[in-house]
C-alpha cells in the first residue's frame, strides 16, 4: 500500500485522515499543534516534525490548512511537501483555497516530476467525521485515478472536475449557494421569531418540505439551542467568499448576494466573532435591525 502524508489535523483533517488510518494504510501526519493531531498518532499514525519530512515519508500528501498562503507554504515552501517528495509523487490540497493557486502547485509539482490536485470539500464537520463529504478533483485523469481509491474513505460524492484549479472553482460556486442558503435559514427564523410564532414548532412544520434545506435542518436546529460551536468556521467563510469576489472579478461577473453575504459576515468578523460557526449571521442580522436573537 502507498504511504500517505497527511498536513493540517483541526476540525476536518482530523476525522478524514481517521479513515485513511482504519483503512491500514501507513500515515505520517504533521500539524502546527502536536495535540491536534494525538488522537491520529494514538491510533498508530506517524509523527514528522514539518511539512518537508510529510513529503519525504509518503507517496501521496494530503492537506488541509486554513487559508492560501498556509497552503502554498506546507506544500511548495521552503520546507514545504515538494522539497522531498519522491519524482512520481502527488500533492492533493483539500482546503478551500485560490484556483490560481492550485494552478501553480500543479505546475511546482510537474516541474520535480510529480502532480498536483486540488480536492476541496464540502459537508462540513459532520461529514468529514461520517465519511459522507462531496469531494471536487481538479487534476489530470492519472492522478485522480490513483487517489480516487483514497478519497472514496472520505467522501460519499466524488467528481472530477477537470485540470488543476478546477476543484477549487467547483467549491467557490458551492460557497456561492451556501453562501445564499445561509441568509435564507436565518432570515426565515429571525422572521419567525419576531412574528411571535414558535419557532421550533415552525421549522418542523417546514423543514422536510421545499422550504427545508441540509443548512435549516442542521444549522437551523443549533441555532434554536443557541450553539454557535463552528462546523464552519466565520474566518474561514471570509475567506472562501473573497475567493469567490476574486474569481467573479475574472470572469466578469456581478453577484450581488454573494457580495451581501460578504459584506456581513465581514462585519461579524470584525466584531471579533470569527471563531463562530457561520450559523451566528442569525445574530448579526437581528441586530442589524434593532432586535435581539433569543436564541
Known amino acids: 500500500m502507498e504511504h500517505i502524508g497527511w498536513i493540517g489535523t483541526g476540525v476536518m483533517g482530523r476525522s478524514m485522515a481517521s479513515f485513511i488510518l482504519k483503512a491500514g494504510y501507513r500515515l505520517t501526519v504533521y500539524n502546527r499543534s502536536r495535540e491536534k493531531a494525538q488522537a491520529l498518532l494514538d491510533a498508530g499514525a506517524h509523527w514528522a516534525d514539518s511539512p518537508r519530512e510529510v513529503g519525504a515519508a509518503s507517496d501521496i500528501v494530503f492537506s488541509i490548512v486554513g487559508y492560501p498562503r498556509d497552503v502554498e507554504d506546507v506544500l511548495i515552501g521552503e520546507n514545504g511537501a515538494l522539497a522531498a517528495l519522491k519524482p512520481g509523487g502527488i500533492l492533493c490540497d483539500m482546503t478551500t483555497s485560490s484556483p490560481v493557486l492550485a494552478e501553480r502547485i500543479a505546475a511546482a509539482a510537474a516541474a520535480r516530476g510529480c502532480a498536483g490536485m486540488d480536492c476541496p470539500v464540502t459537508g462540513g464537520d459532520v461529514g468529514a467525521r461520517k465519511g459522507t463529504l462531496s469531494i471536487f478533483a481538479g487534476g489530470d485523469a492519472a492522478s485522480f485515478a490513483r487517489v480516487r481509491p483514497l478519497l472514496e474513505l472520505m467522501g460519499k460524492t466524488i467528481m472530477h472536475c477537470g485540470p488543476a484549479g478546477q476543484g477549487q472553482r467547483a467549491k467557490l460556486a458551492n460557497q456561492v449557494a451556501i453562501a445564499g442558503v445561509m441568509f435564507s435559514t436565518c432570515e426565515s427564523l429571525l422572521f419567525a421569531q419576531e412574528a411571535g410564532l414558535d419557532v421550533r414548532q415552525w421549522l418542523e412544520a417546514v423543514v422536510g418540505g421545499a422550504a427545508g434545506s441540509t443548512a435549516m435542518n442542521t444549522l437551523g436546529r443549533r441555532v434554536l439551542d443557541g450553539d454557535y460551536a463552528p462546523g464552519f468556521f466565520i474566518d474561514h467563510f471570509v475567506k472562501d467568499l473573497g475567493l469567490c469576489l476574486e474569481e467573479c472579478r475574472r470572469m466578469g461577473l456581478i453577484l450581488p448576494g454573494l457580495a451581501a453575504a460578504d459584506q456581513l459576515y465581514r462585519t461579524l468578523q470584525a466584531q471579533g466573532h470569527g471563531q463562530n460557526g457561520t450559523q ?16
Do not use: I, M, S
Open 280 to 295: 451566528y449571521l442569525v445574530r448579526g442580522l437581528a441586530e442589524l435591525c434593532g432586535k435581539q436573537w433569543q436564541g
